[in-house]
C-alpha cells in the first residue's frame, strides 16, 4: 500500500444563494498539483448543508488531470437535497495511470435554494473498508426486512454490499387495527405507494371529467390491517339521469410494484426514501391479495365514445373483500367536444422492434402489433429513432388509422450488426466516409416510394447525429445539404447539440443550424432562440431522458412525481410553443430482466434500468408480461399529458399558470383546475356559435 497523503483545505464557508430562474451555477474550486504523478487512488469529500435546496447537481465533484494530458471528469458523491444541517458527501476513485493534477469543487447548479460549502478534503490512499454511502430501505410489505446497501472503499475497489436483516427497524406502524380494512380513492396524478394509508379526509368517490374520444384515469384503493386473499372489483354501468347508458369503457386494472434499486435521486416530492416499493406496471384484472398493514392499489380508467352524449354519468364500482361490498360512487362527465382522432401532439416515445422480439421471439409479429396498439391507445406515435431499417408501410398504414401522426424512416446510422438491438449514432469516420450518402439513401429509397403513393410522406422524418457535439457540425452541414437536395419535403430531426452552442454564442460554425426540426434536452432549451429559430422556418421539439433533474421537471424516473411528467409533456410544451415531445425509448427491456409473472403484484426480480445510477426506470414504460405487453402508470401519465396538449391546441390560447421550468404551482390541483378551464372555454365557443 502507498503511505497515505491527506490534503484538508481551509474550512472557510461559501455561501451560494440560487437565482429565481433556477439557472444559477455556483463552483467552490480547490486545486491540488501532484508533485510526482502517481496512480494512487483518490478520497474526496466537501461538507455543506442546505435550505429548500434542489439542484442538477448539488455535489462534492472531483475532476482528474493525468500525466499524459487526458483527463477523467464527473466524479461525483452527491448531497441530499431539502433543508438539511451539515452533512459530508464522500467519493473514492481509482485511476487507472498516474495523475497530475486534482480539482474538487463544491457545485450547486441549476436550482432553486441556499447551500454552504466548507470542509474540502482530499486524501491518496487505498480504501479500508470505508463506507461511502449507505442506503436502507424497509422491505414490507414484501417480507418484514430491511434491505441496506453500502458502497464500500477497500484497497483499490468501491463496491456495493446489501445485507438483509429480520425483522424490519424502518417498518412504520399500521394505523388500521387488525382486521380492519378501509377502500378509498385518489386521482391519477398521486404516487401511491404500498406503505401509504387514507388519512382522514380521503375521498371515497371517483370524479372524472373528459372530452369525447379522450381516456382519464383514477385509483381505487385498498388498506387493510390483516391479510385478504381473493379480493376483486365490480364494475357497474353509468347511467345519466335520463337512464342512457355510457357508450365508451370503463375498466379497471392491478397496480404492480418494482422495487428501488441504490443510488437514486432523491426527489423532494418523492416517497419517503426508507421505502422499496414504487407503483410501476398495470396487471390486467383479477382477483388479488392485500399483504397485512399495506395498501394494494387498482387504476380505473374511463374512455369516453365518439360519439357520446354530452352529460354526467353516475354508476357504482364494489370492491369485493372479505366477505363484504364497499362501494365507491363513481361520476363521468363528459364534455361537449371531442378530441380529434389523428393525434394533435408530435411525440416519438420509441418502442423498438429489437427488444420486443428479444423477449417474444416466437410470437414477435403480434407481440409488435400489440405494442404499437398499446402507444396508440395512449396516443402516442409507435416511433422508433433508432431504426436500422425503414419502417413496415402496411403497419404505418395501421398506425395512421389510429390516429399516428409522425414516424421516423431510418436513423443516420451504420445497419445493425447481428444481435444488435439498437444503433444510437455512427462515429463521423463512418457516416461522414465517402459512400454513406449513397448507401444510406438507397436504403430508404424503396420505402420512400411506397409512403409518397400512400400520401405518408408528409408525416415522414429522417433523424441522427443523436446528442451529437460540435465534431460532427461539419460533416452534419455537408449532409444535410445533400439530404435537401434529394429529399426536400423529408425532414431531419436532430438531438445533436446544435441548438445548445447556437444559444452559448457559437453561431458562426458550418452545422449549427443544419437541420429542420431541432429537438434539445429540456435544460437546454431557451425560449426566444426556439421563437427565432421558428420564424427562419426551422421546427422545435424537445426531450427529456434520465436528465434533467430536479428543480427541472422530468418523468424518467419512478422517482419523480406523476404530475410532473403531466406538466411538463402536457402544459410546458404547450407554453414554450413547441411541435413535439421525444424520449428515446419506452421499452428498455435489457438488464437480464425475466417476463413479469401476472398473478403477483410484487416484483423483486425485476432489475431496473440506472443509465446514470440515479433514474430507475429510464426507458421502461411498457413492461413483459407472462402473457402479453404490460401497460403502467407513467404510461398513462403520458397519455393525460398529450391529451391536455390537445385541448389547449383545440383552445389556442397561451394562458396557463405554468410559465418557468423552474418556478410553478407545485401542487397537480393546479394543473387539473387550468385544464377545466380550457374545458369550459372549449364548450363555450360551441355554445357562441
Request: aromatic share 12%; glycine share 8%.
Amino acid at each position: 500500500m502507498k503511505c497515505a497523503l491527506t490534503l484538508l483545505f481551509a474550512a472557510s464557508t461559501v455561501i451560494c444563494q440560487a437565482a429565481k430562474d433556477g439557472r444559477y451555477s455556483t463552483n467552490v474550486l480547490k486545486t491540488y498539483e501532484y508533485e510526482s504523478p502517481d496512480d494512487s487512488p483518490i478520497v474526496f469529500s466537501v461538507r455543506s448543508r442546505a435550505e429548500k435546496a434542489e439542484a442538477q447537481l448539488y455535489c462534492a465533484y472531483l475532476d482528474v488531470h493525468y500525466a499524459d494530458g487526458t483527463h477523467d471528469w464527473n466524479k461525483k458523491a452527491r448531497f441530499n437535497p431539502g433543508t438539511h444541517g451539515w452533512e459530508r458527501a464522500t467519493g473514492a476513485f481509482v485511476p487507472k495511470k498516474p495523475v497530475s493534477k486534482l480539482e474538487l469543487y463544491g457545485i450547486f447548479r441549476d436550482g432553486v435554494g441556499k447551500v454552504e460549502f466548507d470542509g474540502h478534503s482530499i486524501e491518496r490512499r487505498e480504501g479500508t473498508n470505508d463506507v461511502l454511502e449507505v442506503q436502507s430501505m424497509t422491505d414490507m410489505p414484501y417480507s418484514d426486512s430491511d434491505v441496506t446497501v453500502r458502497k464500500v472503499f477497500n484497497g483499490r475497489e468501491v463496491k456495493l454490499v446489501t445485507e438483509r436483516t429480520f425483522p424490519s427497524l424502518l417498518k412504520e406502524r399500521c394505523p388500521l387495527q387488525s382486521g380492519e380494512f378501509q377502500v378509498w380513492t385518489c386521482g391519477s396524478l398521486e404516487t401511491v405507494t404500498p406503505l401509504a394509508f387514507p388519512k382522514s379526509d380521503a375521498r371515497r368517490s371517483i370524479s372524472i371529467d373528459l372530452a369525447r374520444r379522450e381516456e382519464e384515469s383514477a385509483q381505487v384503493l385498498i388498506s387493510s390491517g390483516s391479510p385478504l386473499e381473493n379480493v376483486s372489483l365490480v364494475l357497474g354501468e353509468l347511467k345519466d339521469v335520463q337512464g342512457r347508458r355510457f357508450k365508451g369503457q370503463l375498466k379497471w386494472e392491478r397496480v404492480g410494484y418494482i422495487a428501488r434499486g441504490h443510488g437514486f435521486y432523491r426527489h423532494a416530492e418523492a416517497p419517503p426514501i426508507h421505502e422499496r416499493w414504487l407503483p410501476g406496471p398495470l396487471l390486467p384484472a383479477a382477483p388479488f391479495k392485500v399483504r397485512a398493514a399495506s395498501t394494494q392499489g387498482t387504476w380505473i380508467t374511463v374512455t369516453a365514445a365518439e360519439d357520446e352524449i354530452p352529460g354526467e354519468y353516475n354508476g357504482v364500482i364494489r370492491v369485493s373483500a372479505d366477505g363484504r361490498m364497499v362501494p365507491v360512487p363513481i361520476s363521468v362527465n363528459v364534455r361537449n367536444f371531442s378530441l380529434p382522432k389523428r393525434f394533435g401532439m408530435r411525440t416519438a416515445f420509441c418502442v423498438m422492434d429489437g427488444f420486443t422480439r428479444k423477449y417474444y421471439p416466437e410470437d414477435f409479429a403480434s407481440r409488435k402489433r400489440e405494442s404499437w396498439d398499446m402507444m396508440l391507445d395512449h396516443r402516442l406515435n409507435p416511433d422508433d429513432i433508432s431504426r436500422t431499417e425503414p419502417p413496415d408501410v402496411d403497419d404505418l398504414l395501421y398506425a395512421r388509422k389510429r390516429g399516428m401522426n409522425s414516424f421516423n424512416i431510418l436513423n443516420i446510422v451504420p445497419p445493425a450488426k447481428p444481435g444488435q438491438i439498437w444503433v444510437p449514432y455512427g462515429r463521423p469516420e463512418v457516416i461522414f466516409a465517402p459512400g454513406f450518402f449513397e448507401s444510406f439513401t438507397n436504403r430508404l429509397a424503396a420505402t420512400v416510394e411506397r409512403l409518397r403513393r400512400h400520401g405518408l410522406i408528409k408525416d415522414a422524418y429522417i433523424y441522427g447525429f443523436d446528442e451529437r457535439g460540435p465534431e460532427y457540425y461539419d460533416g452534419i452541414d455537408v449532409f444535410w445539404k445533400r439530404w435537401k437536395a434529394a429529399y426536400p419535403d423529408i425532414p431531419l430531426v436532430t438531438t445533436s447539440r446544435q441548438f445548445k452552442d447556437y444559444v452559448r454564442g457559437d453561431r458562426s460554425r458550418n452545422g449549427v443550424l443544419s437541420a429542420d426540426i431541432f429537438c434539445p434536452i429540456i435544460q437546454h432549451f431557451d425560449f426566444n432562440v426556439s421563437e427565432e429559430l421558428k420564424k427562419s422556418g426551422k421546427g422545435m421539439w424537445w426531450y427529456s431522458c434520465c436528465f434533467p433533474e430536479p428543480p427541472l421537471p422530468n418523468f424518467g424516473s419512478y422517482e419523480n412525481p406523476l404530475w410532473e411528467g403531466r406538466l411538463l409533456v402536457g402544459w410546458l410544451t404547450w407554453r414554450y410553443r413547441l411541435q413535439g415531445f421525444l424520449f428515446w425509448i419506452v421499452n428498455r427491456w435489457d438488464n437480464g430482466n425475466s417476463k413479469l409473472d401476472e398473478n403477483e403484484t410484487f416484483f423483486p426480480g425485476w432489475k431496473e434500468n440506472e443509465l446514470t445510477g440515479r433514474c430507475p426506470g429510464d426507458g421502461t414504460f411498457m413492461y413483459p408480461g407472462l402473457g402479453g405487453i404490460l401497460p403502467s402508470v407513467r404510461l398513462s401519465m403520458l397519455r393525460d399529458a398529450v391529451e391536455d396538449y390537445e385541448y389547449q391546441l383545440l383552445d389556442g390560447t397561451t394562458e396557463t399558470p405554468f410559465n418557468s421550468l423552474v418556478n410553478y404551482p407545485r401542487n397537480p390541483q393546479v394543473l387539473l383546475e387550468a385544464r377545466s378551464r380550457v374545458a369550459d372555454r372549449l364548450e363555450k365557443a360551441i355554445r357562441d356559435r
